[in-house]
């Protein structure tokens, strides 16, 4: 068998190809959101409603929780918050909007975590993620730590070009100095599941604040969950154009304004990195300087693994 080869390079820029995977791809089946504890109720920054919107089916949360404890289920929305409910003064009126609004299929597994279908009938959660994924977030308690605080802004990048560098750590050791400070590259391995993977990355001792191995899931098509250096960090990657994307970021710490921030500015760093390299990348596959190539099939095993399931997904007739 020859190596496995990268998707075309026309699928990472085109606008066309976009409208196929929301159908086929962001459509269908289950889509990380985030931990729940991201919709408490009165808020630092004052928020009121998360607005999501991942591919072509926006929606929204109320941030109603009082006791992260006591909820194991989530109610989410079809359309735009501000569309409904600018003019609801008080709760009453909230509520009566709210019943009149499509609801989102969702799920919140008994950690903490928030997944939503668009399926009309989505599938079972637990078979989609090959009854694979309660051994990783079974035993964690995601509501432990409270949010903290969330970024969002646009990159001139496609969505695939981040998760392609998303889903490997050969760019690790050059791109991300921190990181590979606190982590140990070499060992640095993707295992491939069933509509998602886990990144395992040992602590090397480098970084003294950074002494437990991470958990890090990313999640098919584009977000991922990543615990390390103390704190939980969220991303959202959310396609606008094929070549631009909205990058949400929901942070979770449970500690000082202090040590807060320092892991904030660790994570962020290699969030920063991240972005530079992967609108470079785009720009080269906009002027049609990369057209195909091969992947290694160990070092990029979970490269791989996430473009059959475009292509698989994408080619189903
Ligand atoms: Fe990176």
Known sequence: MGLPVTLPASWYTSDQFLKVAQEKIFDKGWQFISPITRFVKDQEDGEKYCQFNLL??????????????????IDAYYGKYEDYLTGAETEEQLHHVLQTLK???????????L?????????????????????????????????????????????????????????????????????????????????????????????????????????FPTCSLNCYAGGMGIFRCCPLTGSKCRMEFDYFFDGSDEDF???????????????ELCESCQTNLECGMYQVGTLNPENERGVVYYQQLIKDRITVA
Not at 103 to 113: A, I, R, Y
Not at 117 to 140: C, M
Not at 261 to 275: G, P, S, T
């Open 261 to 275: 921030e320092k892991y904030f500015n660790f994570a962020r760093q290699v969030a920063v990195e991240d972005i």
């Open 115 to 219: 997944f939503a279908s668009h399926q009309t009938t989505p599938p079972d959660f637990n078979e989609y993620y090959g009854n694979q994924l309660e051994q990783f977030i079974g035993d964690k308690d995601f509501r432990a730590r409270p949010i903290r605080r969330k970024l969002v802004y646009e990159c001139d990048y496609g969505f695939m070009t981040f998760i392609d560098g998303y889903q490997e750590c050969l760019h690790c050791t050059y791109t991300h100095p921190g990181l590979a400070k606190a982590f140990a590259m070499d060992f640095y391995k993707v295992e491939t599941y069933t509509n998602f993977c886990r990144h395992l990355a040992e602590t090397t001792n480098g970084d003294p604040s950074v002494t437990e191995p991470g958990l890090f899931l990313y999640f």
């Open 56 to 73: 072509g089916n926006p929606f929204f949360v109320v941030d109603d929780i009082e006791d992260v404890y006591k909820v194991t289920k």
């Open 103 to 113: 609801k989102v299929n969702t799920h919140v597994t008994p950690s903490g975590l």
